[in-house]
């Protein structure tokens, strides 16, 4: 008998989040089809980058729940994330910066490796091999990003849309089962924004995406599915036909450019 798999990867049930007083997840319940890519728009300070921490296990929500792959994750441990198989990126980077390209992408798969912390003072041979194997897949991430002529640059100085990029490998060396992606168009040039797009829409069929984006030509061109926050709530979900559609959406943007959400080439929310 054949095992069905939930089409569901990601699910996240009546998410509460409190700050203080002040409440900035209410009830928020979404769900991410395996090999989708999830959208999560609204207006400044509608609770998108705490509902990505919520999930990372850096924000312990008041109550709710997450489940993925059809586990719960309970206290999920950010150290731990790329061992359940999802990986982030950040809005602000967080490369470091005196490093080389490639040792910054290789950080971010080192959990794949066999090697003790005891095995790789005392060299063992392990060491060596799982160095050169994640050196490999690192290289090979870069290529498929076009960025491995840089593999050997130090990080900082190198162009803003370069350590995007590399920022986008890090996490992708770990190769995610749901890659999280914080605002990865901020900053970019529309040039840059539209290869952006190619790479998410070119990643392996089996990495399923959820990004956070105020972006919103690349995120109604890019995505398969919108979640739509305002002051912690999700007002509107549905394919971006959808979404743009909705009344309550164009209502939680005025203030912001409205042509924006109704892709009329607003660049930013
Ligand atoms: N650690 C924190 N302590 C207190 N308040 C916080 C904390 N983190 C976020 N907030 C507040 O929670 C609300 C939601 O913030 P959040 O960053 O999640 O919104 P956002 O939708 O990602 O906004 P933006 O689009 O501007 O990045 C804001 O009012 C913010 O000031």
Redesign the pocket.
């Given at each position: 008998m054949s095992v069905v798999e939930d089409p569901v990867l990601l699910r996240a049930e009546g998410l509460c989040v409190s700050?203080?007083g002040?409440e900035?997840l209410r009830q928020v319940s979404l769900e991410v089809h395996a090999g989708c890519v999830l959208g999560v728009i609204?207006p400044?300070?509608?609770?998108?980058?705490?509902?990505f921490n919520t999930i990372c296990g850096f924000v312990r929500p008041g109550s709710g729940t997450i489940t993925f792959a059809g586990q719960a994750l309970e206290r999920p441990r950010p150290e731990r994330l790329t061992r359940h198989g999802i990986a982030r990126t950040l809005q602000g980077l967080g490369l470091f910066a005196g490093l080389t390209v490639l040792d910054n992408v290789v950080a971010g798969a080192t959990h794949r490796s066999r090697t003790s912390l005891g095995g790789a003072l005392l060299g063992s041979p392990w060491a060596d091999h799982d160095e050169r194997a994640l050196a490999a897949r690192a290289m090979d991430v870069l290529r498929e990003l076009g960025i491995d002529g840089d593999a050997k640059r130090i990080c900082a100085g190198l162009p803003y849309g370069v350590r995007k990029r590399v920022a986008l490998a890090r996490a992708l060396v770990s190769q995610p089962r749901l890659l999280l992606l914080d605002e990865p168009a901020a900053g970019l040039s529309a040039t840059e924004v539209g290869e952006l797009a190619d790479i998410v829409r070119g990643l392996a069929p089996a990495t399923t995406v959820m990004l956070?984006e105020?972006h919103m030509d690349f995120v109604m061109n890019l995505c398969d599915r919108l979640v739509v926050?305002d002051f912690g709530e999700v007002i509107a979900r549905g394919t971006p036909a959808q979404v743009r559609a909705d009344p309550q959406v164009q209502r939680a943007y005025l203030g912001d450019p409205v042509a924006a959400v109704a892709g009329e080439g607003g660049a930013h929310a």
């Amino acid at each position: 008998m054949s095992v069905v798999e939930d089409p569901v990867l990601l699910r996240a049930e009546g998410l509460c989040v409190s700050f203080g007083g002040l409440e900035v997840l209410r009830q928020v319940s979404l769900e991410v089809h395996a090999g989708c890519v999830l959208g999560v728009i609204g207006p400044n300070g509608a609770g998108k980058t705490t509902l990505f921490n919520t999930i990372c296990g850096f924000v312990r929500p008041g109550s709710g729940t997450i489940t993925f792959a059809g586990q719960a994750l309970e206290r999920p441990r950010p150290e731990r994330l790329t061992r359940h198989g999802i990986a982030r990126t950040l809005q602000g980077l967080g490369l470091f910066a005196g490093l080389t390209v490639l040792d910054n992408v290789v950080a971010g798969a080192t959990h794949r490796s066999r090697t003790s912390l005891g095995g790789a003072l005392l060299g063992s041979p392990w060491a060596d091999h799982d160095e050169r194997a994640l050196a490999a897949r690192a290289m090979d991430v870069l290529r498929e990003l076009g960025i491995d002529g840089d593999a050997k640059r130090i990080c900082a100085g190198l162009p803003y849309g370069v350590r995007k990029r590399v920022a986008l490998a890090r996490a992708l060396v770990s190769q995610p089962r749901l890659l999280l992606l914080d605002e990865p168009a901020a900053g970019l040039s529309a040039t840059e924004v539209g290869e952006l797009a190619d790479i998410v829409r070119g990643l392996a069929p089996a990495t399923t995406v959820m990004l956070v984006e105020h972006h919103m030509d690349f995120v109604m061109n890019l995505c398969d599915r919108l979640v739509v926050l305002d002051f912690g709530e999700v007002i509107a979900r549905g394919t971006p036909a959808q979404v743009r559609a909705d009344p309550q959406v164009q209502r939680a943007y005025l203030g912001d450019p409205v042509a924006a959400v109704a892709g009329e080439g607003g660049a930013h929310a």
